[in-house]
């Protein structure tokens, strides 16, 4: 497990592009038959990659439970949001199995105990994303298939960012703790997501960006509102953005991406808007 620890904004200030990366990016999230985790401290974010491909993956798998967490088992005192971003595959939590086809996403309440993850062939293997947060409640593990999302358009084409945002683990679906999640899908010829730019201080954000087409790539802008900096994202690639930072990306092409937020609150507008002339 890869541990990201807290970062000052003014130490970020004085930071080379390498140590932008090593700090916030997550890259090499789906390796054939492993779970791949980044712990981060900025409000206890956990992100996983899982591609099973030959077998059966449980998600405790090269991890040591307790050394990382203190607790007996994963979800133990966790909830999680997955969304599958491959091929058809499944997930089984305490014995009972859920199929996911491409972006359809399985919400698991704190205290499920077993958790293993399938593809239904090896040669489409499922990619499936994690995110999760501390819970102190426990609610309805809960499938969410793509047409069950709460779908927003926004945005317009003359300012290229005509997109739709889907809200899959969010309080207008179901009750969870504190992890909200959702996919934002652009349209062809719109490039800008989350722009006009916000932050919110009061959680935390990780993006993880995917359909970005081969030989594409996204510019995501990071950083505090007055000292911007950016990242080149590549597909599947993943970024954790601290409450006192913006998250706004750019791409070459269109593209999806999926947001995954947890702290003090539920609410989705609850965010510091900013006008593009207030930044630098």
Same mark, same amino acid.
């Given at each position: 497990m890869d541990i990201r620890y807290s970062a000052n904004p003014n130490d970020v200030k004085r930071y080379t592009t390498q140590e932008l990366r090593d700090e916030f990016l997550i890259t090499g999230l789906?390796? !054939?038959d492993t779970v791949q985790a980044t712990y981060s401290h900025v409000d206890r974010m956990v992100v996983m990659g899982i591609m099973p491909v030959q077998e059966q993956v449980p998600i405790d798998k090269g991890i040591d439970i307790w050394a990382n967490f203190g607790t007996n088992f994963f979800f133990e005192r966790r909830e999680a949001g997955i969304f599958n971003l491959g091929g058809k595959g499944f997930i089984e939590a305490d014995g009972t199995r859920y199929d996911l086809g491409y972006e359809d996403c399985l919400y698991i309440t704190k205290g499920t105990k077993e958790v293993s993850f399938g593809s239904i062939s !090896?040669? &489409?293997?499922?990619?499936?994303? /994690? %995110?999760?947060?501390? %819970?102190?409640?426990?609610?309805? @593990?809960?499938? /969410?298939?793509? &047409?069950?999302?709460?779908?927003?358009p926004c945005g317009d084409a003359e300012s290229a960012n005509k997109r739709v945002i889907n809200q899959f683990i969010h309080p207008d679906v179901l009750e969870t703790c504190q992890l909200s999640m959702g996919l934002t899908q652009l349209a062809p010829g719109s490039v800008w997501n989350t722009m006009p730019s916000h932050t919110h201080e009061r959680r935390m954000e990780v993006y993880t960006y995917f359909e970005i087409p081969e030989d594409q790539a996204v510019m995501h802008f990071m950083g505090q509102p007055q000292e @911007?900096?950016? /990242?080149v994202i590549q597909n599947f690639d993943a970024v954790i953005s601290p409450s006192w930072s913006i998250h706004s990306g750019c791409g070459t092409s269109n593209y999806t991406f999926i947001w995954a937020m947890g702290g003090e609150n539920l609410a989705f507008d609850d965010m510091d808007n900013l006008k593009p002339s207030e930044m630098k």
């Open positions: 789906y390796v !054939p !090896p040669t &489409e293997p499922a990619k499936f994303y /994690l %995110a999760s947060t501390p %819970a102190h409640k426990v609610c309805k @593990t809960t499938f /969410l298939s793509f &047409e069950n999302a709460n779908h927003r @911007t900096r950016h /990242l």
